[in-house]
């Protein structure tokens, strides 16, 4: 069965610092993983997908995402954080199995001045 | 291109009553999908159309909901009677190919509260 961890709920960061939101996925057949992100009151936006290429995903914004099949991660990174990447991120995952798409809980990130 | 609408953004009924959410999928998206978010939870997918008919409905939490798509086009999802566990953020997304990589995209959702 499919499933999807985000291992943080909220993470705080200093605006210039990297950023790093942890996903843990399970799933029976190869998945496709995505990260989504929601501004306040906006739809969801997709930032990057993986789809079994490359496993350095780039996204828009200077994110980007590392498929790990041993580690069954999905790990989002950025550099240096800006202002404007404040908002809640969301981790999916997609495969044949269960031909859902199924979301984490969502990490809200904070960055600071 | 505009994107995914729904309406209304809001909407706050008392328990009981019915409410009735819309969204309208970006043009010639044959694919429209309703998910919930309830407080505090996953987001969570409630059903899947194909052009007009229904492709998975296997999310969709009891017979007081009712999602239709007629034509094709803009879908509507009624509660009815509304009970208080069903507030919570509705969202909406509509994709061209449906396939399991094919990206959504998401309208800003309807929160509804039910007291």
């Known amino acids: 069965a499919q499933s999807v961890t985000q291992l943080d709920s909220h993470v705080s960061v200093s605006e210039g610092t990297p950023v790093l939101l942890r996903c843990n996925y399970s799933?029976?057949?190869?998945?496709?993983l995505f990260w989504y992100v929601q501004h306040p009151n906006k739809g969801l936006q997709l930032l990057l997908k993986?789809?079994?290429?490359?496993?350095l995903v780039k996204g828009i914004n200077g994110f980007e995402a590392e498929f790990k099949k041993s580690e069954t991660s999905f790990h989002l990174t950025k550099p240096s954080a800006h202002m404007s990447d404040a908002a809640e991120y969301f981790c999916?995952?997609?495969?044949?199995?269960?031909?859902?798409?199924?979301f984490g809980a969502g990490t809200r990130l904070f960055v600071k001045a | 291109e505009a994107g995914v609408t729904q309406f209304p953004s809001h909407s706050v009924i008392e328990k009981g009553q019915t409410v009735t959410l819309r969204c309208d999928p970006i043009s010639g998206h044959d694919n429209l999908y309703w998910y919930r978010r309830v407080m505090g939870k996953e987001i969570k997918f409630l059903l899947h159309?194909?052009?007009?008919?229904?492709?998975?409905e296997s999310g969709m939490p009891n017979n007081r909901f009712l999602a239709e798509r007629t034509g094709g086009t803009y879908s509507t999802l009624k509660v009815q009677p509304a009970e208080l566990e069903d507030s919570g953020v509705y969202f909406c997304a509509s994709s061209q190919d449906g396939g399991l990589i094919d990206t959504q995209y998401f309208g800003p959702g309807t929160r509804l509260t039910v007291l």
């Open positions: 799933s029976s057949y190869s998945p496709s």
């Open positions: 999916v995952v997609s495969d044949y199995g269960g031909f859902k798409t199924i």
């Open positions: 159309f194909v052009k007009e008919s229904k492709q998975d």
């Open positions: 993986y789809t079994s290429a490359a496993t």
